[in-house]
């Protein structure tokens, strides 16, 4: 009797080992990351004029050399109380930190100029979408800002191949309407104003530059006589 109660408690310990190796194991693999998710395809139609049917002026601002305009810039948009959009460069947002954490800091918009500010009509498809994602992770990294899903080409050279191609990671062209010329050699606050003011019109989008030019020395009157005119100045997510 002794015998068969131990003979049955083996069996039993058997049987249930046995059940155990049937038993699915848990997974010791280490989880595959959740991908980011890729970016929805932009509009690759550029945008260069807002809403013309409201007497506004969309003020727009590249900088990718220099910096001496910017103090007057920012002073003029702060004591107006206007939003204006900014296209940054990724060296110039990597070179001028606490510039490119102001604007952000002040409240104005910054979307894509281009990492190093090469012409895009020279390059792949695969270099451009690169070139701007590293300027979007360029500005992130100092700023805690991201640039979709706005973009300007380097130059303004862009042809449909290359807006497509922005197009593809989420990026739409924004081009201009009326050009200050500001950054060209013998340009004056007096020439760079009489110029923006003899071409504005209604839903206008005005390109004026951060650099080592005039274009701070102007600001404050510029937006004084477009405010006389009846403009209002606003930010391009405002104007179009």
Do not use: C
Request: glycine residues 8%; without cysteine.
């Amino acid at each position: 009797m002794k015998n068969k109660s131990i003979i049955s408690l083996i069996t039993l310990f058997l049987l249930l080992g046995g059940l155990s190796l049937l038993l699915p194991l848990p997974s010791s693999a280490p989880t595959t990351p959740t991908p980011s998710p890729t970016p929805p395809h932009a509009d690759f139609r550029e945008v260069s004029t807002g809403d013309t049917s409201k007497k506004q002026v969309i003020i727009t601002i590249n900088a990718g050399f220099g910096e001496r305009s910017a103090e007057g810039i920012l002073s003029a948009l702060k004591k107006h109380g206007v939003t204006a959009t900014f296209f940054l460069v990724g060296e110039w947002v990597e070179d001028h930190p606490e510039l490119t954490r102001r604007i952000a800091k002040e409240g104005h918009e910054i979307f894509n100029h281009s990492y190093d500010h090469r012409d895009y009509t020279g390059l792949t498809a695969g270099e451009i979408q690169a070139d701007l994602q590293k300027m979007d992770d360029a500005l992130y990294a100092v700023a805690g800002v991201r640039t979709r899903p706005y973009y300007r080409a380097p130059f303004g050279y862009r042809n449909e191949a290359v807006n497509r191609a922005a197009a593809e990671i989420g990026f739409q062209h924004i081009y201009w309407s009326v050009d200050s010329i500001d950054w060209r050699e013998g340009e004056t606050a007096e020439t760079i104003k009489n110029r923006v003011l003899s071409h504005v019109h209604p839903g206008a989008i005005v390109l004026l530059h951060i650099g080592d030019i005039p274009t701070g020395d102007v600001m404050d009157e510029l937006l004084t006589t477009l405010k006389a005119k009846g403009y209002k100045p606003v930010s391009l997510t405002e104007g179009l």
